[in-house]
């Protein structure tokens, strides 16, 4: 699997998955998985969704501007980790998306601190410029800016 990171116990990222992956995710116990990529995207997996459902994973898709935040989306993309099964698997196609929407959820869940946010994100490869997590960021320490 692409760049696979455990975040926390509930939530895991990665980059594109396959039907394969899909079939070891939910015999590795996995519950859901959230889709962050657009259908237009390039190597866009079309019935990821059917075949996540047939495996006996929930599956939801947010998608996610790589390059362009979207504070409407980005809170779309929280609220689906709030109300799916747990343990879930958030990918997009490189990682870099996921990765930031599943920072973001565990600052807010754990009401992480700007320097636990930046540590945790240090340790899993996660960049700060990621846009949707840039964005929150700044909205949420907004008094940090430089």
């Not at 996660?126 to 700044?138: S, V």
């Amino acid at each position: 699997m692409t760049d696979f990171k455990k975040v926390n116990d509930d939530l895991s990222v990665a980059g594109q998955i396959s039907s394969e992956e899909l079939r070891e995710l939910a015999i590795e116990g996995f519950k859901s998985i959230l889709n962050l990529r657009d259908p237009d995207e390039n190597g866009f997996f079309a019935d990821e969704q059917q075949q996540a459902e047939i495996v006996g994973l929930e599956y939801a898709n947010v998608p996610l501007n790589p390059k362009e935040p979207n504070q409407e989306l980005t809170t779309a993309a929280i609220q689906e980790i709030d109300n799916l099964p747990k343990p879930i698997l958030i990918h997009c196609a490189g990682g870099a998306r996921a990765g930031g929407i599943a920072l973001i959820a565990e600052a807010i869940q754990a009401g992480l601190t700007y320097e636990e946010i930046a540590q945790k994100a240090n340790e899993l490869g996660i960049n700060l410029e990621q846009p949707h997590l840039k964005q929150f960021l700044l909205e949420k320490f907004a008094a940090r800016q430089n």
